[in-house]
């Protein structure tokens, strides 16, 4: 949100400029020297920013998966979350080496031997292999969380069976999304290649450099494989799975709103009853941020890409000078659900705080023994580990 806010600020100062100084051009001449001139002044810092952030959404990342991965919190819907969280994390990893590289070490746009050298553009394709697959793994988690919570508000069960049934689903469900993406990347890795070059800069020298092949996206001499790729990438990676996330996360809040009024009345008997409803009003809104925030980040991508395939020009005058605001707020994005599973889950706090803060575990060391529980109400009958409060 600062970085859109202050490229909206920054190209309000380039119209008035413009029109100060009497000049004429086409609004798509301006929009794309605004654009080029916002992606320079963004890569200056953009490594160090995805630095901080890749670190944090490591560590942050790592809480996730030790809390969700313990005894009592094993459910459906935290193992999905742990997977997401692992995809996540080798997402971090792999952009930490190539920000420090190409952005922090050599932050000029202009290639050189050190700079592109076989080996380090070796890794940048591995990267950007490495890179589409998590993105598309944790996407399509992101849709299976959606329609598995959906499934579990709808239909909860304190039947023992029916929970371990459930939990095995949700592990297969996990390592086929890993399995599956993998798979379905498989013609990305073939596109993506390198070609050597003489340097520009001092062909004298007689020194090589390494650069990815021109995709020639939305020209007439695309190959027809890269179009293909493109086109499957956006819709199977972006545009499938925002509709999907969007029906299920609707189906998911209605089906909230229909529990909770119905249990309204019910919970004005006691205090503690009304704190839950309270809990469940909370759950609701930091669903409606997930949801919303995952569109945000992931629809957009979709349309410019499929925008890149259909439009001459469109790649590398557009696509391509917002691709750094792109990942950055994809790694924002990765990094903040420490923060959402806090701010959702009492459950999720509590077993954080007995893991991490040593007093807290000197002293409720009996409940890091059995497991911490929250306390049911037995006649409430929607409160069961199947329920949103519990589940994380």
């Known amino acids: 949100m600062i970085i859109c806010c202050a490229f909206l600020r920054y190209l309000e100062k380039n119209v008035r400029c413009l029109s100060q100084d009497g000049m004429t051009m086409s609004n798509?001449?301006?929009t794309n020297d605004d654009l080029s001139s916002f992606s320079d002044w963004y890569a200056q810092y953009h490594g160090y920013v995805s630095l901080c952030v890749c670190l944090g959404g490591i560590v942050t990342n790592t809480f996730n998966v030790t809390v969700l991965t313990?005894?009592?919190?094993?459910t459906p819907v935290n193992l999905i979350l742990t997977g997401l969280a692992v995809s996540d994390i080798i997402t971090m990893l792999s952009y930490l080496p190539f920000s420090i590289h190409f952005y922090c070490v050599y932050p000029s746009n202009m290639s050189s031997p050190e700079k592109n050298s076989k080996l380090w553009m070796t890794f940048f394709v591995?990267?950007?292999?490495?890179?589409?697959?998590?993105h598309t793994i944790s996407i399509w988690l992101c849709v299976v969380l959606a329609i598995v919570r959906y499934h579990h508000i709808r239909s909860p069960?304190?039947?023992?069976?029916?929970?371990?049934k459930r939990i095995t689903q949700a592990k297969y469900m996990v390592i086929g999304t890993y399995i599956i993406s993998i798979l379905v990347m498989i013609p990305n890795y073939l596109t993506n290649e390198l070609k050597q070059q003489v340097w520009s800069e001092d062909p004298r020298a007689n020194k090589t450099i390494y650069v990815l092949e021109n995709l020639r996206l939305g020209s007439n001499d695309t190959n027809p494989l890269v179009l293909t790729n493109v086109w499957m990438y956006a819709i199977l990676a972006k545009i499938v799975p925002c509709f999907l996330i969007s029906v299920f996360g609707s189906l998911l809040l209605h089906q909230m709103r229909s529990k909770i009024n119905q249990r309204k009345d019910f919970l004005k008997v006691s205090v503690s009853n009304n704190n839950k409803?309270?809990?469940?009003?909370r759950t609701t809104m930091m669903l409606v941020t997930v949801i919303v925030l995952f569109l945000i980040t992931e629809l957009p991508q979709g349309i410019l890409i499929i925008l890149s395939a259909c439009k001459a020009g469109f790649f590398l005058s557009v696509y391509m000078p917002l691709g750094d605001v792109m990942d950055i707020g994809a790694l924002v994005n990765n990094a903040i659900n420490f923060v959402l599973y806090c701010s959702m889950s009492a459950k999720f706090r509590q077993t954080f705080i007995n893991l991490y803060c040593?007093?807290?575990?000197?002293?409720k060391h009996d409940h890091e023994e059995n497991g911490?529980?929250?306390?049911?109400?037995?006649?409430?009958?929607?409160?069961?580990?199947?329920?949103?409060?519990?589940?994380l």
């Open 277 to 281: 409803l309270l809990e469940h009003s």
């Open 28 to 30: 798509k001449s301006m």
């Open 372 to 391: 911490y529980v929250l306390r049911e109400d037995k006649a409430d009958s929607f409160s069961n580990n199947n329920d949103l409060e519990n589940e």
């Open 157 to 164: 069960t304190r039947v023992i069976s029916v929970r371990i």
């Open 126 to 134: 591995f990267h950007i292999n490495l890179t589409l697959v998590t």
């Open 70 to 74: 313990r005894q009592h919190m094993r």
């Open 358 to 363: 040593s007093y807290a575990r000197n002293c």
